[in-house]
């Protein structure tokens, strides 16, 4: 038998060294030096990837990448046709591409025309920092448009001029026309706003990125999407597994800033962002007529450093102006995890500040925040829509534990199949306030299977009579693991405990569609063992010209 086996064995053996080509790209074994891609063979065209496409045993070489432009200034990657990003991009022209070997490239880099800029070995071997501090890193001009950047780390820029956009804006990259961004590492830049990344106008999509330890000196300290007033064009910022971490902004959007613009993020983190001063947002602020679409997104751990006004530890949405006629901020989202965040002392909300937004949200994790007076989530003169919200184990004194909703009578709300638990501190978990007693029975209806239970003080349904008939504190919520601090609690609950009164879905955030196998581990560096996606950008090894702040 074991004869028969090396006969087989040997067979096959024979049959693969004798011209067998498995991927059917027409060049056997072992010419092809690999089989399972018909992409890679002797004579295929040679890509910007450190992939060895022609079988030729090089992974840098300049005669090979046909069509494409060469940087290098290094003498471990000769031949190059050009020594400076800037000479590539003039050689490639309009529609051209460029290929970046490994190395630090002091200067300031400005697309002008549509170009592909590509680094052979990524962000953590290829950076860009300009010889001027107070010098942007990278721009891409409207006559850009279309153009694709892909594996660099963009550090040590400034913004060149005062408050006037756009030379305020973009430390790292700024961005005015559509564009593609990938891979990138954006750190240690500054600016006066959106001091790691500015997007101006333009479809712009940005991913497997990280963008950390940039600090404006107004709003914006890692990203900012912002209507110019003396170039109203619209812009929209599609942000898929990025990781903002560990900015600072003086006022507005420690994180992320945007302003009568655009954003859609999905596998986002925003973590560890600080507002230095008084101001609002130190994870996410969406000012005017902003309009966010957040899905599985996780906003942690930003606060303030210094006392004051102002507040949002986590996310933030209002008009800019106390002016009727100004547009309001549209937030929508799924999956959407809040916690540890930190508002000023005697400031507002430690997860959420709303007001007068039209906030839509499923799904929604609110624990672990703290604050002086109302340290979960408040909506004020808005439209809102909360179903399957977990409120649990916040800190704060006065007004509200979880969530204070005031109502006016003209703003539709409803709040539904959610859970406030082990919320602490002398306010009561749930506040409700409105202008008139019909707002108080047409809004309370609206609250439908809201289960309270644990808090230091709960919400009394009896004082509003039959019209609170959708509160309930007859079920306590068990949850899969509740030990440690709240941040590191598994929040689905038990199959044995739904606690609701109808229906077979959960209660809470990981209940019903979209939320029975909870949120997925974020992207980046940072991520856990199980994590979905890792960031190839995020662990550069090129150093940052500016210190990480605080």
Same mark, same amino acid.
């Given at each position: ?172 990259? !700024? %961005?005015? /026309?559509?564009?593609?961004? *990938?891979?990138?590492?954006?750190? #240690?830049?500054?600016?006066? &706003?959106? +001091?790691? @990344? ?70 986002? !983190? %925003?973590? /560890?962002?600080?507002?230095? *001063?008084?101001?609002?947002?130190? #994870?996410?602020?969406?000012? &005017?007529? +902003?309009? @966010? ?258």
């Amino acid at each position: 038998m074991f004869g028969m086996i090396w006969l087989l064995t040997l067979a096959c053996f024979n049959d693969y060294n004798s011209g067998v080509d498995p991927d059917g790209d027409g060049a056997p074994w072992p010419e092809d030096c690999d089989s399972t891609n018909p992409n890679i063979h002797p004579g295929a065209p040679e890509l910007c990837d450190q992939i060895d496409q022609d079988c030729d045993g090089a992974l840098w070489d300049p005669d090979d990448l046909i069509g494409v432009v060469t940087v290098s200034n290094s003498e471990d990657y000769p031949g190059a046709l050009r020594s400076s990003i800037t000479a590539g991009l003039a050689e490639a022209g309009a529609g051209g591409t460029v290929c970046v070997a490994p190395g630090m490239y002091r200067e300031a880099v400005t697309l002008e025309a549509p170009v592909t800029l590509l680094s052979l070995a990524g962000a953590e071997e290829t950076g860009v920092q300009p010889q001027d501090s107070f010098t942007q890193v990278m721009r891409i001009l409207p006559g850009a448009a279309g153009s694709t950047v892909r594996g660099f780390t963009l550090t040590g820029g400034d913004t060149p001029g005062g408050e006037g956009l756009p030379s305020s804006c973009g430390g790292g990259l !700024v %961005v005015r /026309g559509d564009a593609t961004l *990938e891979s990138l590492n954006i750190t #240690g830049n500054g600016g006066f &706003e959106g +001091a790691g @990344l500015c997007v101006l106008a333009g479809d712009v999509t940005l991913t497997d990125s990280v963008i950390s330890f940039n600090t404006s000196v107004g709003a914006g300290g890692g990203v900012e999407v912002y209507l110019d007033p003396d170039d109203p064009q619209p812009a929209h910022l599609t942000m898929n597994d990025v990781r903002v971490e560990l900015n600072e902004a003086r006022l507005w959007g420690g994180g992320v800033y945007v302003h009568a613009q655009t954003l859609t993020a999905t596998l986002i !983190v %925003v973590e /560890g962002n600080v507002i230095t *001063e008084g101001g609002w947002g130190a #994870g996410v602020a969406a000012l &005017e007529s +902003a309009d @966010l679409t957040l899905n599985d997104v996780r906003i942690w751990s930003n606060s303030f450093g210094a006392s004051g006004t102002g507040g949002a530890g986590g996310l933030y949405a209002a008009p800019y102006s106390d002016d009727p006629e100004e547009k309001v901020p549209t937030v929508r989202g799924e999956r959407v995890d809040i916690r540890d965040n930190r508002p000023p002392t005697g400031g507002l909300g430690g997860a959420l500040v709303c007001v007068g937004c039209q906030l839509t949200m499923s799904n929604m994790i609110v624990a672990g925040n703290s604050g002086d007076r109302i340290l979960g989530i408040e909506v004020y003169d808005n439209t809102v829509s909360l179903d399957h919200l977990t409120v649990v184990g916040n800190q704060g004194q006065i007004y509200a534990g979880g969530l204070d909703v005031y109502f006016d009578g003209e703003q539709p709300a409803s709040v539904s199949r959610s859970t406030f638990f082990q919320n602490t501190g002398e306010a009561p978990a749930i506040n409700i306030s409105f202008n008139s007693e019909d707002a108080l029975i047409a809004q309370l209806s609206a609250f439908d299977e809201v289960h309270h239970d644990q808090n230091s003080v709960e919400f009394d349904a009896s004082a509003y009579g039959d019209a609170a008939s959708g509160f309930f504190t007859d079920c306590t919520p068990t949850f899969v693991s509740l030990t440690g601090e709240p941040t590191t609690w598994d929040l689905h609950l038990t199959d044995a405990d739904r606690c609701l009164t109808t229906g077979a879905v959960e209660l809470g955030a990981y209940g019903g569609a979209g939320g029975e196998a909870g949120p997925p581990s974020p992207p980046g560096p940072n991520a856990s063992a199980d994590t979905y996606s890792a960031s190839s950008a995020a662990t550069a090894d090129v150093t940052p010209a500016a210190s990480p702040p605080g």
